[in-house]
């Protein structure tokens, strides 16, 4: 069984990469989408999305802790694609990932994310030029939901993606139209298991131990990805696999401030409070006293002033 960490744009960067998988269970990290429009990324914008890569002959670009980080792509420019699929194979990427799930209407509207759901050519079409873009060895993975406004193309998408050479597929269980809104529908990622026979990994609402024993007997999925549950509750993963205890309150506090310590160092103060406030959010879902905390930071604009918050708490 793996515990795969998501992507989630704005949230799960690096920094945060670092923290969750310092504290375990993670077997594999993938970023969060790098738009490709018409030209090749720089090798400095890699880094500054996956700075991981900058580690490949320290860790193997890998988070410190030692889980792979894999480089997710958005995208529809056939060679585009393939080009900076072959660019971050070369910085050391554990494979690439490929995003069809993106939910977002400015996404969509640029013709990225779960819009190519709608034409399952577009998926082989994309799929098929990375995989011949990288060496045979190289993971090449995509991430679908189970449409754009139905579950008609669900099964035909994911036989593409297989048809086109991936090696892996996770699959959100919602259309783009259902969002985040429950229920997940695990049962249409079983369907697909059984449709294709590359590896499938199952992903929405996995957010404690039952959820996950559910998710899995109901997908028939060995494999899953957390995202939310990951900012919930810190430790998800080692809850799922090793049935440890929820993380408590404490040690929570203790992430809180060596997130702090790393989100204001240098210019990135400016980004800290909406951050801080933004992962707090998740956390009250899981944690009372998140929710007293985030009451206490709201309406604080400053990263000093959190910081002096957090001291005192």
């Known amino acids: 069984m793996r515990v795969v960490l998501a992507p989630m744009e704005g949230v799960l960067d690096h920094l945060m990469r670092e923290l969750l998988t310092k504290v375990g269970g993670y077997d594999l990290c993938i970023t969060e989408f790098i738009r490709v429009v018409d030209q090749v990324i720089s090798e400095k914008a890699f880094l500054r999305y996956c700075p991981e890569l900058n580690n490949a002959n320290v ?3 890998t988070t410190q802790a ?3 980080v894999r480089v997710q792509l958005l995208g529809q420019n056939l060679t585009c694609m393939a080009d900076n699929a072959a660019k971050v194979i070369e910085l050391g990427s554990h494979g690439v990932d ?3 799930g993106c939910p977002s209407k400015m996404v969509n509207n640029n013709r990225g994310g779960a ?3 709608k034409d399952p050519e577009n998926l082989y079409q994309i799929v098929s030029a990375i995989r011949k873009s990288v060496p045979e060895e190289t993971i090449v993975s995509a991430k679908i939901r189970l449409g754009y406004e139905d579950k008609s193309l669900a099964i035909e998408n994911a036989q593409a993606v297989e048809a086109a050479g991936a090696n892996e597929l996770t699959v959100h269980a ?3 139209v259902e969002g985040y809104r429950p229920p997940a529908h695990w049962e249409w990622i079983g369907k697909i298991k059984q449709s294709i026979n590359i590896p499938v990994i199952a992903n929405g609402d996995i957010f404690s ?3 996950a024993i559910k998710c899995r007997e ?3 999925c060995q494999d899953i990805m957390v995202g939310r549950g990951a900012l919930m509750m810190p430790n998800l993963a080692q809850v799922i696999k090793e049935q440890a205890n929820v993380m408590p309150w404490s040690e929570v506090q203790k992430l809180l401030v060596d997130y702090t310590r790393c989100e204001t160092y240098g210019d990135k103060s400016k980004y800290y409070p909406n951050r801080i406030k933004q992962w707090l959010k998740y956390l009250k879902l899981e944690y009372t006293e998140a929710d007293t905390l985030f009451q206490e930071v709201r309406t604080l604009k400053t990263a000093q002033a959190i910081i002096d918050t957090l001291s005192c708490n």
């Open 59 to 61: 860790y193997g670009s």
């Open 66 to 68: 030692g889980t792979p």
């Open 98 to 100: 490929i995003n069809f």
């Open 115 to 117: 819009i190519l759901l």
């Open 174 to 176: 919602r259309t783009k």
């Open 209 to 211: 131990l039952n959820d």
């Open 218 to 220: 109901v997908s028939g």
